[in-house]
């Protein structure tokens, strides 16, 4: 196993049954030595540089029904918010002082921001923060649409393809959605010229270890900037309520992976492996990963952007998630730096 890892190492690619027997494989030996050679290649792409990402959850309103989602539309217990453009940018002011130089604007897929609006918003933030990276993550969007968003001033662009299987995509996802549209999207992004991140949850319902091997072959194809994967988490007010959620090893052991298979990838230490275990993001960044994604979100509607129970850090102020953050990524070996954080690929 140890010889495989080397080679994994060496030429970044292996053969799906090895990838799956490394997917499966608890020998703790084995994990500590994946995440040694994972941590290894991340320190001569990136150093112990961890980026940060500042979140704004900017609308909890969704026209989708994915199936494992708290804030899917048939859940009527879901508390909606929207904020407007300038509570938007007074949490780009915030995150600016604290030493943020990439804004994330996630949402649910929601209407009431047109192109219009989204555009205005993005190019209020590029005129006042030329220095930072715009990064945004609004689902499926029509190739115009995403045009627009990137003349605007956008950079980045979020979107997880959740599955690469056709057939898992259906199971976690109503009949009007589909994997091939998804799929379309990222490619668009890409020819757009946007810094592209995909992903996928670990252990969502119906996932096997060959599945998450096509999740890895479906990103060598698609070779993004980013890769966003972590535990799914189920939801109590989704069919999925009762589902295991996604296993902390099994995570750890992806990440490292990834980052053998994909040196040059900007891989987060997610909020979701930080809510399945108390170090879940130190022991993520340990196995590979070298970016967090705090929350800049007002304080008031944090609790509302509630993808999966459990969820951490929907009380923290921005500060306190900034300086809680250092403090761990300085006790996993790492340290915060305050720059863009751009893909180094080759
Ligand atoms: N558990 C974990 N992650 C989830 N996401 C959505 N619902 C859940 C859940 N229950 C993830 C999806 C989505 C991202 C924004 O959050 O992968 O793309
Ligand atoms: Fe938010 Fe620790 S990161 S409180």
């Not at 990439?102 to 009431?112: H, I």
């Not at 997880?160 to 995509?169: C, F, G, I, L, P």
């Not at 988490?233 to 990834?258: K, M, N, V, W, Y």
């Not at 951490?312 to 996993?332: M, N």
Request: with cysteine; net charge neutral.
């Amino acid at each position: 196993m140890k010889q495989l890892i080397d080679r994994l190492a060496s030429v970044h690619d292996a053969d799906d049954r090895e990838l799956a027997s490394l997917l499966i494989c608890e020998d703790p030996d084995i994990q500590h030595y994946l995440a040694v050679r994972a941590d290894e290649i991340r320190r001569q792409v990136y150093g112990t540089d961890v980026y940060l990402r500042g979140l704004i959850e900017f609308s909890s309103y969704c026209k989708n029904d994915c199936y494992y989602c708290g804030i899917r539309k048939s859940n009527r217990r879901a508390i909606r918010y929207r904020l407007t453009k300038e509570q938007i940018l007074s949490c780009c002011e915030t995150g600016y002082d604290l030493g943020y130089r990439t804004f994330v604007l996630q949402s649910g897929e929601d209407p009431w921001y047109t192109d219009d609006r989204i555009c205005s918003i993005v190019a209020s933030i590029r005129e006042r923060y030329p220095d930072c990276a715009i990064t945004l993550s609004l689902g499926e969007k029509t190739r115009d649409s995403y045009q627009r968003y990137y003349d605007a001033g956008a950079n980045r662009y979020l979107l997880r393809h959740e599955t690469a299987n056709d057939t898992h995509y259906s199971r976690l996802h109503p009949s009007s959605m589909r994997l091939a549209a998804r799929k379309q999207c990222l490619f668009d992004l890409k020819e757009i010229g946007y810094q592209v991140g995909a992903g996928f949850m670990i252990g969502s319902p119906y996932q096997t270890t060959d599945l998450i091997v096509e999740d890895f072959r479906f990103l060598q194809q698609l070779r993004p900037d980013m890769i966003g994967c972590g535990p799914f988490i189920p939801h109590e007010d989704t069919a999925f309520r009762d589902e295991p959620q996604g296993a902390l090893s099994l995570c750890l052991r992806i990440l490292s992976i990834l980052r053998l298979l994909f040196p040059y990838v900007l891989l987060p230490a997610t909020t979701a492996l930080g809510s399945i275990h108390p170090a879940g993001r130190e022991l993520g960044l340990k196995a590979g990963a070298n970016v967090v994604m705090p929350n800049l979100s007002p304080v008031d509607v944090r609790a509302y952007y509630r993808l999966y129970d459990h969820k951490i850090c929907t009380g923290e102020e921005a500060a306190e998630c900034r300086a809680c953050l250092a403090r761990r990524v300085e006790s996993a070996g790492y340290q915060l730096v305050t720059a863009r954080g751009d893909v180094r690929k080759p």
